[in-house]
C-alpha cells in the first residue's frame, strides 16, 4: 500500500491516522477535511467552551510536538469516491488516488426546517457553531433548547450556569429514553428540575416564530414559549451524501463489518459516520461517541492494512459520559436489550447513583452519576462478560 | 520526603492506594505485582486516576481514556496531553512509602484555576 487517503480530519480521522503509523505504514498519507481547521475537540464545545473556561488552543487534539508525516488538505470537502481509480473526488475539482480509503466524515447537526436565515436559532457540532453561539448567550435572556439528548442538556446545563433563563423541550414523554431506558432517563433528565430549568415533554415543536429574529417556539398543542435564542439540539445525521453511487454501503452510515471493513475492499469507515457490526449487540450499531472514534480506528487500520488476515478483537463495550449540572455522566453497554435496571448505588434523589442493567440476569450496561470508581469497576466487568 | 502509604498487604495486586496530599498522590500496585506512585490528578481535567482502569503498566483515565504510563508518566494520546510526575515506591518492613517528586506538579486547568483562586 502505497497512498492512504482519510477523508475527515477530526477524533476518527486524527486516530485513523495515527493507528496507520502506529502499525508501521510508512507510506503517503493524505488527510482531507471541509473544515477549515485543524482537529479539535468536540465535547468542550457544550461545556468548558461554551461556558468560557477553556479556549480554543485547549481545544487542538494534536500534541505539540506530533508530526504523523501527513499532507492536509482543509477547508475541502470529498464529493465522491471512484471505485475503479479508487479515487476520492474533492469539491475543488482534484482527486486523491488511493490504496486504502479510511471514511471517517462523523456527522452533522439536523436542523429544524424552516429555522435558516432566522437570527437567534442555532446548532452546535463545530467549532465555528460554538463560537457565534458562545457570543450570543454573553448576551443573556430566554434560552429555549429544543431536543433533551445529551447535547441540548449541556447547553441547557451550560447556560444556566451562566444566568440565562431556559427550557428545555423534548417530543419524548421522557429524555434520553433511548439511550438510557424510561427510569434512568427520567432520572439524569430530573437534573434539569434540580436547578429550576423548565423542561416540557411529550410535545413536538410545530415551529418558529419571528420576523428576522427568533420570538418565540411555538408547540404542536399551541402553546408558544417566548425565546431570544433557540438552540436546536434534535441529533445529527451520518455524513454519507459523498458515497452515494460509489459501491460503499449505506444503511444508516456506512454499513461495516466487526472489524470497520465496508462493502468495498479498501475501504474502511471508523467514528460517527459508521455504522459497525456490534458482536455484543448481534447488530449494526451507529456509535455517536467519542471514545469510540477514538479507539475503534486501531482496528479498522488493523483491516485495512491486511485486508482480514487479522482477526478483530471484540471492542470493549461503547462508553460516553456526559457533564450536566456539576454532574459526571457515565455510561458503557447497550441498554436496549435490558429487562431490568437496578441502583446498586446511592440514591436517585441525591442523583449519585451507580445503576446495572441487565438481560436474563446477565449485565448489560451500566450508568453512573457522580461514581467514577464504581463506575470503571463495572465498565471493566461488562467488558469481560458481555458477549 | 518520604510518606507513608499504607501498609503492603493492604493493597493486593489490581488496586490503587490514593495518599490524600496536595496534590494527591495514587500508589498503583499492578497486576504483575509492581509498585508505582504517580499524581493522582489527570493533566486533563479533575478525574482522580485511581478510579483509573489499570492494565500492564498503564492507567487509562476514568473520565475520558488518555493513557498514563506507571513507569514513566507519560501520556500516550490527547485529550490529555501533559504527562503526569512520577514518584519513587519504597517498601520497608511492609509499609508502603512514597518519596514525592520535587519536580512541579502538571495539573489541569481546572484545578490549576481554583488553587490560584484560593491563594489571595
Ligand atoms: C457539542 C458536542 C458535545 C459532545 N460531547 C460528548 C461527550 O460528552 N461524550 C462523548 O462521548 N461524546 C461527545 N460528543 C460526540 C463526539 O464528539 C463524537 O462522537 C466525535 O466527534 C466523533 O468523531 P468523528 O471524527 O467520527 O466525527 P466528527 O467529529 O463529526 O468529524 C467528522 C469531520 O469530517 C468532516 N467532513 C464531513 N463530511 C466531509 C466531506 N464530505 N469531506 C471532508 N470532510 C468532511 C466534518 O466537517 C468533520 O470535521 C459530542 C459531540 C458534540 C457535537
Ligand atoms: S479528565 Fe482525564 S482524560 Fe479527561
Wanted: aromatic content about 6%; charged content about 25%; overall charge negative.
Amino acid at each position: 500500500m502505497r497512498t492512504v487517503a482519510v477523508v475527515g480530519a477530526s477524533l476518527a480521522g486524527l486516530s485513523a491516522a495515527r493507528s496507520l503509523r502506529k502499525q508501521g505504514y510508512d507510506g503517503r498519507l493524505v488527510v482531507i477535511g471541509d473544515e477549515p481547521h485543524r482537529p479539535y475537540d468536540r465535547p468542550p464545545l457544550s461545556k468548558e467552551f461554551l461556558a468560557g473556561t477553556v479556549g480554543e488552543a485547549e481545544l487542538v487534539l494534536e500534541m505539540d510536538d506530533e508530526d504523523l508525516g501527513a499532507e492536509w488538505l482543509l477547508g475541502v470537502r470529498a464529493t465522491g469516491l471512484d471505485r475503479t481509480d479508487r479515487a476520492v473526488q474533492l469539491a475543488d475539482g482534484r482527486e486523491v488516488r488511493a490504496d486504502g480509503i479510511v471514511i471517517a466524515t462523523g456527522a452533522a447537526a439536523r436542523t429544524l426546517p424552516g429555522s435558516e436565515g432566522l437570527a437567534g436559532v442555532h446548532v452546535l457540532r463545530t467549532l465555528d457553531d460554538a463560537r457565534a453561539l458562545r457570543e450570543e448567550l454573553a448576551g443573556g435572556g430566554r434560552l429555549v433548547v429544543i431536543g433533551g439528548g445529551f447535547v441540548g442538556a449541556e447547553v441547557a446545563s451550560t447556560a444556566y450556569a451562566l444566568g440565562l433563563d431556559v427550557t428545555v423541550v423534548e417530543a419524548a414523554p421522557t429524555p434520553l429514553a433511548g439511550p438510557l431506558g424510561e427510569t434512568m432517563g427520567a432520572i439524569v433528565s430530573g437534573l434539569h428540575a434540580d436547578h429550576g430549568v423548565r423542561l416540557l415533554c411529550g410535545v413536538g415543536v410545530k415551529g418558529l416564530s419571528g420576523e428576522r429574529r427568533v420570538d418565540a417556539v411555538l408547540l404542536e398543542d399551541g402553546r408558544s414559549v417566548p425565546a431570544d435564542i433557540v438552540v436546536v439540539g434534535v441529533g445529527a445525521r451520518p455524513c454519507v451524501e459523498w458515497l452515494e453511487g460509489s459501491g460503499v454501503e449505506l444503511d444508516n452510515g456506512v454499513k461495516c463489518g466487526a472489524d470497520g471493513r465496508t462493502s468495498l475492499a479498501g475501504v474502511v469507515a471508523v467514528g460517527d459516520c459508521a455504522n459497525w457490526y456490534d458482536p455484543r449487540a448481534g447488530a449494526h450499531r451507529r456509535v455517536e461517541h467519542w471514545t469510540g472514534a477514538r479507539e475503534r480506528p486501531d482496528a479498522a487500520i488493523a483491516t485495512l492494512l491486511s485486508w482480514g488476515a487479522t482477526e478483530p478483537g471484540v471492542p470493549r463495550p461503547p462508553y460516553f459520559w456526559s457533564d450536566q449540572y456539576g454532574v459526571k455522566i457515565q455510561f458503557a453497554g447497550h441498554a436496549a436489550g435490558a429487562d431490568s435496571v437496578t441502583i446498586e448505588e446511592g440514591t436517585a434523589d441525591e442523583r449519585n447513583v451507580l445503576a446495572v442493567y441487565r438481560r436474563a440476569g446477565e449485565p448489560v450496561a451500566a450508568l453512573g452519576m457522580n461514581q467514577p470508581r464504581l463506575f470503571t469497576r463495572w465498565r471493566k466487568q461488562l467488558a469481560r462478560t458481555t458477549s | 520526603m518520604m510518606i507513608p502509604a499504607c501498609p503492603l498487604a493492604d493493597l493486593p495486586r489490581g488496586e490503587a492506594f490514593r495518599l490524600e496530599i496536595d496534590p494527591p498522590v495514587t500508589v498503583f500496585h499492578t497486576e504483575d505485582g509492581e509498585l508505582f506512585a504517580i499524581d493522582d490528578t489527570c493533566t486533563h481535567q479533575d478525574a482522580s486516576l485511581a478510579d483509573g482502569w489499570v492494565e500492564d503498566c498503564w492507567v487509562e483515565c476514568p473520565l475520558h481514556a488518555s493513557k498514563f504510563n506507571l513507569k514513566t508518566g507519560e501520556v500516550d494520546a490527547p485529550p490529555a496531553k501533559l504527562p503526569v510526575r512520577t514518584h519513587e515506591v519504597v517498601v520497608d518492613n511492609g509499609m508502603v512509602y512514597v518519596k514525592v517528586s520535587t519536580a512541579a506538579p502538571n495539573l489541569p486547568h481546572c484545578v490549576a484555576r481554583k488553587l490560584a483562586g484560593s491563594v489571595t
